[in-house]
């Protein structure tokens, strides 16, 4: 019960109509895949996710309708092409959201710490319109030799975090057990009637501990949606982990000594199990609008397989055998790609905001839109806001 006067009643009601708000709800589908190098050439990935510049930099061209290309000189249509995803933020003098930093302040955002030097074809990360990944989605689909790893599809609330995991449950043997068993008689004595010597036999046994580990993609996301409704705050944490095997433990092996009756017997040994494991993850944050894909690329592994062929017999000759043997080395590359597509939906699930509504330019950059009533010129090409909507 409330006891107040009028006007303050009416700002408690004010204040509980406030949080009893509805969060809303979004569904984040993600695409695990997984490339090889030579796959990465043949796609082209360089064409998609940055500009593409010929002719001495005089031509460039993008793909989607809203390519991620900045203006050299705002309100003409020659395309800069600075290669950097995302571009420079728009004008310090656009509010609430990405125009609201200075032009520099969100260049190479997402690429910062992602990007390993010398490697450039492999590298690639970006925010992609549902154009451009429909296209990069069909070329991935459409070519053998990609694994996709997982394809999962989820439904949360704004604020609230979300796993993805789509992991086989691996038994991996991490520790050895040894125990020795029998051995003496009864009472202690070392044999029957008390006293009466030794004799039993003192046997060994090795047993593997074992631990499960989980193997495979995982997705750690919370999603918050801003208060223009449109765009989306995007915390990231994907995760692979393999395992690769063990490690040769060299001199580290376990010898455990059988003695009986007759004298010590032949020992035991076992090699330590070093179990190897590759964990390829990513940190980052994001702001996207409503239906566009986070990309984030460049999580290299190198494999190396080592090959041995020589000629039966002849190869094993001393001295004229390194005649009849070749060694080579095998090196694979595989960079790691993942997709996120937050989308925001209503209680019956349908998508809240159609693409005509997005506000940025469908045919052009994605500037953020100057609400209505604030200061400071729109970009040109894109009406403000009509008053009321967020």
Same mark, same amino acid.
């Given at each position: 019960?409330?006891r107040?006067?009028?006007?303050?009643?009416d700002? /408690? $009601?004010?204040?509980? $109509?406030?949080?009893?708000?509805?969060?809303?709800?979004?569904?984040?589908?993600?695409?695990?895949? $997984?490339?090889?190098?030579?796959d990465?050439?043949?796609l082209?990935?360089?064409?998609?996710?940055?500009?593409?510049?010929?002719?001495?930099?005089?031509?460039?061209?993008?793909?989607?309708?809203?390519?991620?290309?900045?203006?050299?000189?705002?309100g &003409?249509?020659v395309?800069?092409?600075?290669?950097?995803?995302?571009?420079?933020g728009?004008?310090?003098?656009?509010?609430?959201?990405?125009?609201?930093?200075?032009?520099?302040?969100?260049?190479?955002?997402?690429?910062?710490?992602? &990007?390993?030097?010398?490697?450039?074809?492999?590298?690639f990360t970006?925010?992609?319109?549902?154009?451009q990944?429909?296209?990069?989605?069909?070329a991935?689909e459409?070519?053998?030799?990609?694994?996709l790893?997982?394809?999962?599809?989820?439904?949360?609330?704004?604020?609230?975090?979300?796993?993805?995991?789509?992991?086989?449950?691996?038994?991996?043997?991490?520790?050895?057990?040894?125990?020795?068993?029998?051995?003496?008689?009864?009472?202690?004595?070392?044999?029957?009637?008390?006293?009466?010597?030794?004799?039993?036999?003192?046997?060994?046994l090795?047993?593997?501990?074992?631990e499960?580990?989980?193997v495979?993609?995982?997705?750690?996301?919370?999603?918050?949606?801003?208060?223009?409704?449109?765009?989306i705050?995007l915390?990231?944490?994907?995760?692979l982990?393999?395992?690769l095997?063990?490690?040769d433990?060299?001199?580290?092996?376990?010898?455990?000594?059988?003695?009986g009756?007759?004298?010590?017997?032949?020992?035991?040994?076992?090699? &330590?199990?070093?179990?190897?494991?590759?964990?390829?993850?990513?940190v980052?944050?994001? /702001?996207?609008?409503?239906?566009?894909?986070?990309?984030l690329?460049?999580?290299?592994?190198e494999?190396?397989?080592k090959?041995?062929?020589?000629?039966?017999?002849?190869?094993?000759?001393?001295?004229l055998?390194?005649?009849?043997?070749? $060694?080579?080395t095998?090196?694979t590359?595989?960079?790691?790609?993942?997709?996120?597509?937050?989308?925001?939906?209503?209680?019956?699930?349908?998508?809240l905001?159609?693409?005509?509504?997005?506000?940025?330019?469908?045919?052009?950059?994605?500037?953020?839109?100057?609400?209505?009533g604030?200061t400071?010129?729109?970009?040109?090409?894109?009406?403000?806001?009509?008053?009321?909507?967020?």
């Amino acid at each position: 019960m409330v006891r107040a006067s009028l006007q303050d009643l009416d700002l /408690v $009601e004010q204040a509980i $109509e406030v949080l009893n708000m509805a969060p809303q709800q979004l569904t984040i589908e993600s695409r695990i895949a $997984e490339f090889t190098q030579d796959d990465s050439r043949a796609l082209g990935f360089d064409w998609w996710f940055g500009h593409v510049k010929l002719n001495g930099g005089k031509i460039d061209s993008t793909v989607g309708t809203a390519p991620s290309l900045v203006p050299t000189t705002p309100g &003409t249509g020659v395309n800069g092409g600075n290669g950097i995803f995302p571009g420079p933020g728009p004008a310090g003098t656009l509010l609430g959201g990405p125009g609201a930093q200075a032009p520099s302040a969100s260049d190479n955002k997402l690429t910062s710490g992602l &990007t390993p030097v010398g490697i450039p074809l492999a590298t690639f990360t970006g925010i992609l319109t549902d154009p451009q990944f429909r296209m990069v989605l069909r070329a991935i689909e459409n070519r053998s030799g990609i694994d996709l790893l997982s394809c999962p599809k989820i439904t949360t609330l704004s604020g609230r975090q979300a796993q993805i995991k789509a992991v086989d449950i691996k038994y991996v043997v991490t520790d050895l057990d040894l125990d020795q068993t029998g051995g003496g008689g009864f009472f202690g004595g070392g044999g029957f009637p008390p006293g009466g010597g030794g004799g039993g036999a003192i046997g060994s046994l090795v047993q593997p501990i074992t631990e499960p580990f989980e193997v495979g993609p995982v997705l750690d996301v919370i999603p918050s949606v801003s208060a223009d409704g449109y765009t989306i705050q995007l915390t990231l944490i994907p995760t692979l982990k393999e395992f690769l095997g063990y490690d040769d433990p060299g001199a580290f092996v376990a010898t455990i000594q059988s003695v009986g009756g007759a004298g010590a017997a032949a020992p035991i040994i076992t090699p &330590t199990p070093l179990p190897k494991f590759r964990l390829r993850q990513v940190v980052t944050s994001v /702001v996207v609008w409503d239906g566009q894909t986070v990309v984030l690329g460049g999580l290299l592994s190198e494999d190396v397989q080592k090959i041995k062929d020589k000629v039966p017999v002849l190869g094993d000759l001393p001295g004229l055998g390194r005649f009849f043997r070749s $060694e080579s080395t095998k090196t694979t590359k595989k960079n790691l790609a993942i997709f996120v597509t937050p989308t925001l939906i209503d209680p019956a699930g349908n998508r809240l905001h159609s693409d005509e509504e997005m506000p940025f330019a469908q045919n052009g950059i994605p500037p953020q839109r100057l609400p209505a009533g604030s200061t400071g010129p729109a970009p040109t090409g894109v009406p403000a806001l009509p008053a009321g909507q967020p």
